[in-house]
């Protein structure tokens, strides 16, 4: 198990990077039938005793072309099968390394199926050897899947199996060939560890206290010193506060003579208030440009100057002259 931890079981379509799959459908599970030889059966018994051969002598089985290996002569390899997997319902996966040439070959369709070399046993028919695996294209076994075809439901599992673990044992800091048992282990290890306090400083208040990055310790020395009033001088929450005062003050300020003035109606004091207290300057260049627009007799202390004030005959004769009537003098201050 230990050894496909660390392996990622890959489809058997073409990879990206023009690599062949890893792994190959080698014995198909159950009653295999060979033209013209009879049958033989695949099951994990079966595996149990190819596993054990190829343990016992440590010797990689060489994929060779048209069963050059058999027939005597030179006999280049194709590749080399390094690991058996056995998939229940499926049958024995074989992990291939394919050379250069024989990748190119199976992928451009120059060889499509392969032809294994083994033994059975006469008193069950089962599996019991592996001796060579050809690249063929007239093999003799039936029913046979080529080497580029998907893996089947079992496979495509435990390839996600595969993929997890291989995530996991990366996560925990394991190495490559950790085991299941390590991998347990180093689980049970974290649930029993002390939880650590993970401080996270906001940006806002990093942004606040003039910092591009720390931790709260940091942050906690750097509001100290802000807080720290020299003799004589005021904290900058004071100098706010007053500075506010002052702002609302002069801004009222202009708003009143501009109201004396008749530069603005009643109904624009909050308006004038707002426009003062965001911009005193371009407050008072408008006021300086504004006509008046509320008369004089309206404004406060001027109704009963306006009140006393003599009609002259000079200002009777004007008056008529424009369809002034003397009610209207006295209503809008002569």
Known sequence: MHQLIAKTI???LKLADGKLPDWFLLFKAGWVEIEGAGKFLVDQQAFDVVQ????????EVVVDYEHQTVKGGKAPAAGWIRELRWAEGEGIYARTDWTEAASG???????????????????????????????TNAPKTNHLTPILAKLGPAAQAKEQEMKFLEILISKLGLKPEATEDDVVTAVAELKDAEPQTVEVVAKEILEAVELDEGDASAVVASIHALKQEPKGMVSRKEFNT???????????????????????TPDQKQWAEDYAKADLAGFNQFVAKAPVVVPLSKLPGKKKEAADAEITDATLTVAKMMGVTQEDLKQYGN
């Open 10 to 12: 890959l489809s058997g």
């Open 52 to 59: 054990a051969q190829l343990f016992r002598r440590g010797v």
């Open 105 to 135: 070959h199976i992928q451009t369709g120059e060889y499509r199926y392969f032809s294994p070399v083994f033994f059975v046993a006469k008193k069950d028919k089962r599996l019991a050897g592996l001796h060579s695996v050809a690249l």
């Open 242 to 264: 007053l500075q506010a005062k002052l702002t609302q003050r002069d801004a009222d300020d202009a708003v009143d003579a501009a109201m004396q003035a008749g530069k603005i």
